[in-house]
């Protein structure tokens, strides 16, 4: 397993832009496929959007396709979401999440590893 921490969260106003960060630890982070998770309140966690070992195949929830970015640098071990025209309904704790998924996950039973989760707030 890896170890995961997120970086980058806080409080934005709707249309604004956010770039969340996460750091593995381990030396196999090339070998995983990485996602990230939202969790807003009263809500189950849902999936947001994850990328294959090398960057090839990227996969999103509809609500944030055409809004969202992931992105992976394998050589300092890190994986980003660059999320832009933010809305109050994104609003959530976001996760880091790994995975031996042979492909693009996209459910959380594919995933072995999470982060602790940062805070996302966008106010209208």
């Known amino acids: 397993q890896v170890q995961l921490e997120e970086a980058g969260g806080g409080l934005v106003q709707a249309g604004d832009s956010l770039s969340l960060s996460c750091a593995a630890s381990?030396?196999?982070?090339?070998?995983?496929?990485m996602g990230w998770f939202r969790q807003a309140p009263g809500k189950e966690r849902e999936f947001v959007s994850a990328i294959n070992w090398s960057s090839a195949g990227t996969y999103y929830a509809d609500s944030v396709k055409g809004r969202f970015t992931i992105s992976r640098d394998n050589a300092k071990n890190t994986v980003s979401l660059q999320m832009n025209t933010l809305k109050p309904e994104d609003t959530a704790v976001y996760y880091c999440?790994?995975?031996?998924?042979?492909?693009?996950?996209?459910?959380?039973?594919?995933?072995?590893?999470w982060g602790q989760g940062t805070q996302v707030t966008v106010s209208s």
């Open positions: 999440a790994a995975s031996r998924f042979p492909g693009v996950p996209t459910r959380e039973r594919q995933f072995d590893s």
């Open positions: 381990g030396r196999t982070f090339s070998s995983y496929s």
